[in-house]
Structure formats: structure tokens, C-alpha cells
Nanobody, 122 residues
Framework: QVQLQESGPGLVKPSQTLSLTCTVSGGSITTSYYYWSWIRQPPGKGLEWMGA??????YYSPSLKSRTSISRDTSNNQFSLQLSSVTPEDTAVYYC???????????????WGKGTLVTVSS
């Protein structure tokens, strides 16, 4: 079965770029049919879909598109998230997940990482 694990710095300074990596095991990001996705949850708020990569194409939330980039590293079976120009409002638990559809839904994403807290603070 597919397993995912997030990794990256837990603290990012305002105006800098938040960068996280999701390591995938049990499935290939180049041959599977999953939307490899990023979701975040700010403190006290709900889950927010950020974007996904699927079949070589990327898809982003309109509200985050201008500063979000999702890419993949096929040699390490990983995909990554970069969120530029961060502010304290970007503080959240960030999850990577494998989804069966582009539109976000918890039920449509059978595989999730544990999540990692990223704090934006000076």
C-alpha cells in the first residue's frame, strides 16, 4: 500500500519560501494513477487543498496559485511543495496525500501523511 511522509523545516521566517518534501513508498509517482496532493490546516481552521500533481500536470488552488509550486523528484520517488512569500497566516499543519480525484475531499484521498507543523515566525 501507498505510504507518505512529509519532511522539511518546522520554522520559516516571513517573506521566505516554505519548502516541504513528501516521500512516497509502496507506489511510484511516475506510474500510479493518484493525484499527489498537498493540503494544509491552519490552527483552529479546516482543511485547505493547496494543489496536486498528476500525469505530469500541476493544479493549484486559485487563492494560492501565484505563490505555490509543486514538483516531483522521480529518482527519489518524492514530490515537493514550495510556498513563497509566506506570512504568519501560512502557519499550519501541512499534509501530503494521494487522491483519486482532483477536487479535494477527505474520502477521495485514501492515503495521507502524518502531517507536519510549519510555523511562520521571525
Amino acid at each position: 500500500q501507498v505510504q507518505l511522509q512529509e519532511s522539511g523545516p518546522g520554522l520559516v521566517k516571513p517573506s521566505q519560501t516554505l519548502s516541504l518534501t513528501c516521500t512516497v513508498s509502496g507506489g511510484s509517482i511516475t506510474t500510479s494513477y493518484y493525484y499527489w496532493s498537498w493540503i494544509r490546516q491552519p490552527p483552529g481552521k479546516g482543511l485547505e487543498w493547496m494543489g496536486a500533481i498528476y500525469s505530469g500536470s500541476t493544479y493549484y488552488s486559485p487563492s494560492l496559485k501565484s505563490r505555490t509550486s509543486i514538483s516531483r523528484d522521480t529518482s527519489n520517488n518524492q514530490f515537493s511543495l514550495q510556498l513563497s512569500s509566506v506570512t504568519p497566516e501560512d502557519t499550519a499543519v501541512y499534509y501530503c496525500a494521494a487522491g483519486l480525484q482532483l477536487v479535494f475531499s477527505v474520502g477521495g484521498m485514501p492515503y495521507w501523511g502524518k502531517g507536519t507543523l510549519v510555523t511562520v515566525s521571525s
